[in-house]
């Protein structure tokens, strides 16, 4: 790549949806809005279209991608489905949750979007306009989040302007993303249903359906299968502090729930404490403290219950030595 590129901006209606769906077909690098963060898409049966979403991202190095599909019948001619799976995929497709399975023999996504491994992520998103691309698309669509590797993931088609204007063909925009933190993924492999990276799905809610409790890829026994998932990640140009129980001097303020805090650069995830309010307001609350400037931005503790795991861990990310 690096070819500069006119990002054309499409809109939210049959006629984007048409052009973004000719311009996959045709191999190029599309945003698109999903319901939880804007996804980078490009035909995943295609190496060479893959490859693109690499150098768009800079990404370092190729981490295996999730194929977003139109329903569970088109996700599972890729991949195959134990009992686990079909309960989840049935209990939340279309949703904010990624299913890590085996490939099945007639699997079309790329060695490259699989990274070479034997399992395939796949995802049947629940948002209107992702949805019928794919739908017109008519195959396996790739999609990382929009956003520059290492970088806040794009919760806006601004924000994916701001990080990849002139590196993709096109953005589709459809307003801000409603999660606002990306998928859970829950591989479903020998070992039997294992959370591999918190989102959009509580754990609560996906043990509730399993029966039992999920298994942690971090704990003994499990390798570490997802090799995307980086320490450092979603990470601001800002340090950041965890658990802070108020700002220091020079430092930006992120704070969650009834708060009094007087302070000159401060945002609030959300004033009434409510989990999923703070997971659609993070990546962006992160862009604008991020862009005001300071050297750190202070963060509140957030409760680890429902949506509290996921913007845990990405807060953690945000926060790792890089
Ligand atoms: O919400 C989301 O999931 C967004 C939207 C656009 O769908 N997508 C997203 O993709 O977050 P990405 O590439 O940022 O994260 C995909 C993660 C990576 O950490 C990768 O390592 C993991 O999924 N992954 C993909 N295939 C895998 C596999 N076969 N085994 C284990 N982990 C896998
Ligand atoms: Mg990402």
Redesign the pocket.
């Known amino acids: 790549m690096n070819e500069p590129r006119k990002t054309r901006r499409l809109g939210a209606d049959g006629t984007g949806i048409a052009e973004a769906a000719a311009l996959l077909r045709a191999g190029g690098l599309v945003a698109?809005p999903?319901e939880?963060?804007?996804?980078?898409a490009a035909d995943a049966t295609s190496g060479t279209a893959v490859a693109g979403i690499y150098a768009a991202k800079e990404r370092p190095s190729f981490?295996?991608?999730?194929a977003?599909l139109p329903d569970l019948e088109a996700a599972r001619a890729q991949g195959v489905f134990d009992a686990a799976a079909g309960a989840l995929a049935a209990a939340f497709w279309p949703g904010?949750l990624?299913l890590?399975v085996p490939v099945s023999p007639g699997c079309t996504v790329s060695e490259l979007a699989?990274?070479g491994?034997s399992?395939?992520?796949l995802?049947v998103?629940a948002h209107p306009v992702a949805l019928a691309v794919l739908q017109a698309a008519g195959r396996p669509i790739a999609?990382?989040?929009?956003n520059r590797s290492g970088r806040i993931?794009a919760t806006s088609a601004a924000h994916v302007l701001a990080d990849l204007d002139g590196r993709i063909d096109a953005v589709l925009d459809g307003g801000p993303t409603e999660v606002g933190?990306?998928?859970t993924?829950v591989?479903c492999l020998e070992a039997g249903p294992t959370l591999?990276?918190p989102?959009?799905v509580p754990r609560e809610a996906i043990e509730a359906v399993l029966g039992r409790p999920l298994a942690d890829a971090g704990t003994a026994g499990h390798a570490p299968?997802?090799?995307?998932?980086l320490a450092s990640h979603y990470a601001p140009a800002a340090n950041v502090r965890l658990d802070a129980e108020g700002p220091r001097a020079g430092e930006a303020w992120l704070g969650f729930g009834p708060d009094a805090t007087q302070w000159p650069v401060a945002l609030n995830l959300s004033p009434s404490g409510d989990l999923r309010e703070a997971a659609a307001h993070l990546f962006g609350h992160l862009r604008r403290l991020d862009e005001a400037g300071c050297d750190t931005i202070a963060v509140a503790a957030i409760p680890q219950d429902g949506l509290g795991e996921a913007i845990n861990d990405r807060l953690r990310r945000a926060a790792a030595p890089r």
């Not at 981490?63 to 999730?66: A, E, K, R």
């Not at 299968?225 to 998932?229: A, T, Y």
Request: no cysteine; hydrophobic share 45%; glycine share 10%.
């Open positions: 698109l999903t939880t963060v804007y996804g980078l981490n295996p991608l999730i977003h904010p990624t890590v699989r990274a491994l399992s395939v992520a995802r998103p999609a990382p989040s929009a993931s933190v990306e998928s993924i591989a591999l990276r989102g959009g299968i997802s090799p995307g998932l």
